[in-house]
């Protein structure tokens, strides 16, 4: 699930243009764009997480950073389209160290601040959850798009 998330959001929006991405459904939901730069800076967190986890074998992850930091909401189309594409790439090479693990790789225990423990495996299963949500979000927005 983790290696499709990229992917999917990009078909989701690839064509769309500048008015598509910034039209807004209601006062409570994300334009397009949000969701995507949400997507990209959260997934390409979660994904210098991990490595530092499992290559640099750091016990201390922050989780919640990963799958929440900030966003500058006034970037144009460009700049999102072309982080979506980052972590398009960042991903892959997660993917390929992510498929390299062991069994004791992947239960490894690390620690979060506001979490406490989980293991590699728990992290993982976090991101794609998130992520899975936010598709689901894509989709829908899309859905809701002016003719």
């Known amino acids: 699930m ?12 690839m064509g769309l243009d500048e008015s598509r991405l910034a039209y807004r459904h209601g006062p409570a939901f994300p334009t397009l764009r949000e969701l995507v730069l949400h997507v990209s800076e959260t997934g390409s967190a979660a994904d210098t997480a991990l490595r530092h986890a499992c290559i640099d074998g750091v016990s201390e992850v922050d989780a919640r ?3 929440e930091p900030p966003i500058d909401a006034s970037e144009t189309v460009a700049p999102a389209l072309e982080k979506l594409a980052d972590l398009g790439r960042i991903r892959r090479r997660t993917m390929d160290l992510l498929r390299g693990l062991t069994a004791a790789d992947w239960n490894r225990v690390v620690v979060d601040p506001s979490i406490g423990e989980l293991t590699v495996l728990d992290f993982c299963r976090l991101v794609a959850q998130h992520e899975m949500g936010h598709l689901s979000q894509v989709r829908n927005l899309t859905s809701l798009l002016p003719d």
């Open 65 to 67: 950073a990963a799958l």
């Open 2 to 13: 983790l290696s499709a998330c990229p992917e999917r959001v990009r078909d989701y929006v």
